[in-house]
């Protein structure tokens, strides 16, 4: 049972899911850049061979899971900002429910304009 | 009850020293320790390192469309790209291996499946360091003879 004498803080509500949405988006990332790095070494093939996948990757299906990716790796950094604040800010603890909602917020700041300007090149291209 | 009843936690609390999740020393040191040290620092230097990529590759100039052969070649014709970028490579490679690591041990529960993991982990954390930092150093931008690249046909 969930009671305060157990520890509560990372049981349900915004501490659990945020730490269970860091784990999703750090796996994401990281399979994102074990094929990044394999298709970013076909330079040393050919610049051809690198141009093919390139263009093969300029669709809006490519395009919107890019978006995808930007939203989990802004997700990700400014979480892991909460997740410092909460470790070495006396008051972090305290606050990680406000921190969360702050973590939203910048999400929504640095995301939209970015989908703006990326989601405009991949359907206008 | 014995002497190591913990009066401060709930009535279906577990002593400590009976506890399956007390965490005691296996000999490894403070390895756990710094490991955790290490995803906070190279948290904080792959923001920085990660939103400047993006930056520069998604929103400045054409944006994903300019991402080319001559995009790449113009970049690593600057030491400055290179260090960002092989910085880049090795925190975000050695952040996401601990990560997963982190969660291999968490949710498997067979020995054998742990080691097989771990071990698919560490094989493609070594491919990926290797190779990336073979192809930021050895890049060559004019690997076509025929290359119309400025910095090929200036040579």
Not at chain 2, 2 to 8: E, I, L, V
Not at chain 2, 88 to 110: Q, S
């Given at each position: 049972?969930?009671?305060?004498?157990?520890?509560?803080l990372?049981?349900?509500?915004?501490?659990?899911?945020?730490?269970?949405?860091?784990?999703?988006?750090?796996?994401?990332?990281?399979?994102?850049?074990?094929?990044?790095?394999?298709?970013?070494?076909?330079?040393r093939?050919?610049?051809?061979a690198?141009?093919?996948?390139?263009?093969?990757?300029?669709n809006?299906?490519?395009?919107?899971?890019?978006?995808?990716?930007?939203a989990?790796?802004?997700?990700?950094?400014?979480?892991?900002?909460?997740?410092?604040?909460?470790?070495?800010?006396?008051?972090?603890?305290?606050?990680?429910?406000?921190?969360?909602?702050?973590?939203?917020?910048?999400?929504?700041?640095?995301?939209?304009?970015?989908?703006?300007?990326?989601?405009?090149?991949?359907?206008t291209? | 009850?014995?002497?190591?009843?913990?009066?401060?936690?709930?009535?279906?609390?577990?002593?400590?020293?009976?506890?399956?999740?007390?965490?005691?020393?296996?000999g490894?040191?403070?390895?756990?320790?710094?490991?955790?040290?290490?995803?906070?620092?190279?948290?904080?230097?792959?923001?920085?390192?990660?939103?400047?990529?993006?930056?520069?590759?998604?929103?400045?100039?054409?944006?994903?469309?300019?991402?080319?052969?001559?995009?790449?070649?113009?970049?690593?014709?600057?030491?400055?790209?290179?260090?960002?970028?092989?910085?880049?490579?090795?925190?975000?490679?050695?952040?996401?291996?601990?990560?997963?690591?982190?969660?291999?041990?968490?949710?498997?529960?067979?020995?054998?499946?742990?080691?097989?993991?771990?071990?698919?982990?560490?094989?493609?954390?070594?491919?990926?360091?290797?190779?990336?930092?073979?192809?930021?150093?050895?890049?060559?931008?004019?690997?076509?003879?025929?290359?119309?690249?400025?910095?090929?046909?200036?040579?």
């Open positions: 049972m969930a009671q305060a004498a157990n520890g509560t990372y049981r349900g509500r915004e501490g659990m899911w945020t730490w269970v949405a860091h784990r999703i988006s750090g796996v994401l990332i990281f399979l994102f850049l074990f094929a990044h790095v394999l298709d970013t070494a076909l330079v093939v050919s610049p051809e690198y141009n093919e996948v390139m263009d093969a990757y300029k809006p299906v490519v395009g919107l899971a890019e978006a995808g990716l930007v989990a790796v802004i997700f990700h950094a400014l979480n892991g900002l909460r997740i410092i604040a909460v470790d070495f800010w006396a008051k972090g603890p305290r606050y990680q429910k406000q921190m969360f909602w702050a973590v939203l917020v910048g999400f929504v700041v640095l995301f939209a304009p970015f989908a703006i300007r990326h989601l405009t090149i991949v359907f291209h | 009850m014995s002497t190591t009843t913990n009066y401060h936690a709930g009535p279906d609390a577990v002593s400590a020293k009976t506890s399956r999740y007390r965490r005691v020393s296996k490894r040191g403070n390895f756990e320790l710094w490991s955790w040290v290490f995803m906070r620092a190279s948290g904080v230097l792959l923001l920085v390192l990660v939103f400047g990529h993006l930056f520069v590759n998604l929103m400045l100039g054409e944006g994903i469309h300019g991402v080319d052969f001559a995009f790449v070649a113009g970049k690593w014709a600057s030491p400055f790209w290179q260090t960002w970028d092989m910085l880049m490579l090795w925190l975000a490679e050695l952040h996401g291996f601990n990560g997963v690591r982190t969660i291999i041990n968490d949710y498997t529960e067979k020995d054998r499946t742990r080691w097989i993991l771990k071990g698919l982990l560490v094989a493609s954390a070594l491919l990926v360091l290797v190779l990336g930092t073979l192809v930021i150093f050895t890049f060559d931008p004019c690997l076509d003879p025929s290359s119309t690249l400025s910095v090929c046909t200036a040579r």
